[in-house]
């Protein structure tokens, strides 16, 4: 009889503490539903960056947190945040339209989500906000805008530094201070393969390599640094900052060897000493000084071919990058304004294809056609001989969006 009890007392037991469960669930659906009614979450927005400059971020398909986490949290399963790739460009006058096209090259054949930092003069702002938020229907981006900003120290000097706010790259690991990894590319690049590829070199950097650049020339009797340079350089011929990856993480940590102190100095600290006596000495601005940087600190640089940041250059004299004959362009750069003169066709038309083109599928798809008939209109052109080359990566890439799942692009 007793047993009999206690297997009753027992039942009772565990059947008042499924009530209460079931009224505490009860409880959490009620407050959640009261939270998280009213639509859809808000994208969040940036704030404040240091130095005063305004951080207008948007998300771009960005799912918010819920504005009441607490008990639900407990009840939740723990999701990872999704890796970004950071990229950063600098605009300033009549750059918009060049800017915007890079944008939209990075985002048609890139996997993983983006993250774009864009600096930008004050007046071009609503411009980038229009366009960019317009694109928040492919939910594979987030971006910020922020203003040009330079030390209070030789501002105006820095500012017209070779072209109009370019030496705004020289402070991206000093004002982006919460970003480890990051891509600057200049206005004038089109990325003809995904990012995500140029972003895995991040991971072949040694223990002693902060930054990535291509070489500025790959056939020294052409170069430009070993025959005219009035101050140190990377290499043999230079490196090219039109395209740079970078562990800000370590850039920020590390102190550079430099020819103006023995003591060696941190990034934030060699920037304007080294203008002071470089200044009447240096051609291409901000790309000289970074030469000179790694001239002195040649460890610290990992540098990748030129198919990375293909140029005139490459090919208007005859072919000299080898790896691009090989493979094709990975990243063209129209550096000296081809896409908007006659002089390097090829370049334009590749710029026009995909300036023109949208992000529906079916344009994607068709611009390589087009693009070719265009291309070999060209061939009276150093440059136009190797049109296979302009496509011969990017028709890769087309293909490649199309073979991966829906869920992934």
């Not at 393969?193 to 040694?206: E, Q, T």
């Not at 362009?329 to 370049?347: C, E, M, S, T």
Request: aromatic content about 12%; proline content about 5%; glycine content about 6%.
């Amino acid at each position: 009889m007793r047993r009999y009890l206690r297997i009753v007392v027992l039942c009772l037991a565990c059947g008042f503490c499924s009530l209460l469960y079931a009224f505490s669930q009860l409880a959490v659906s009620l407050e959640e539903g009261a939270a998280g009614s009213g639509g859809k979450p808000q994208a969040g927005v940036a704030s404040w960056v240091a130095g005063g400059g305004r951080s207008a971020a948007r998300g771009a398909g960005d799912r918010g947190t819920s504005a009441r986490p607490g008990r639900w949290d407990r009840y939740s399963l723990k999701i990872q945040p999704i890796e970004r790739m950071h990229l950063a460009v600098v605009a300033c006058g009549e750059r918009l339209e060049e800017t915007i096209t890079m944008l939209k090259s990075a985002i048609i054949f890139s996997i993983k989500p983006l993250q774009f930092h864009v600096f930008a003069e004050d007046q071009l702002h609503d411009s980038f906000k229009g366009i960019l938020d317009g694109w928040s229907f492919l939910h594979t981006f987030n971006y910020s805008l922020y203003p040009i900003t330079f030390p209070s120290e030789n501002a105006a000097e820095w500012k017209k530094l070779f072209k109009p706010c370019a030496s705004q790259r020289l402070f991206l690991p000093l004002i982006l201070k919460e970003v480890d990894s990051l891509l600057y590319v200049d206005t004038d690049i089109l990325f003809l393969r995904p990012v995500d590829d140029i972003w895995s070199l991040l991971k072949k950097f040694n223990s002693t390599q902060i930054a990535a650049m291509a070489p500025e020339h790959e056939e020294p009797r052409i170069g430009w640094y070993n025959r005219f340079a009035r101050h140190p350089y990377y290499g043999k011929t230079g490196v090219n900052s039109g395209v740079m990856l970078m562990n800000m993480t370590r850039i920020r940590r590390k102190y550079f060897k430099n020819d103006m102190t023995p003591v060696r100095l941190r990034w934030g600290d060699i920037l304007v000493p080294l203008l002071k006596k470089y200044k009447l000495n240096i051609t291409w601005g901000d790309q000289d000084l970074l030469n000179i940087i790694f001239f002195h600190n040649p460890e610290s640089l990992f540098v990748f071919p030129c198919q990375w940041n293909y140029r005139p250059d490459h090919c208007i004299y005859g072919s000299n990058c080898v790896e691009a004959e090989e493979e094709g362009i990975f990243v063209l750069h129209g550096n000296r304004g081809v896409y908007h003169d006659d002089k390097q066709p090829a370049f334009r038309a590749v710029y026009e294809a995909l300036r023109n083109c949208s992000f529906e599928d079916d344009h994607i798809r068709s611009l390589l056609k087009p693009l070719e008939l265009e291309l070999q209109k060209t061939v009276h052109t150093y440059c136009g001989k190797l049109y296979k080359i302009f496509i011969k990566q990017l028709t890769k890439s087309i293909q490649a969006r199309y073979d991966r799942r829906p869920k992934e692009r």
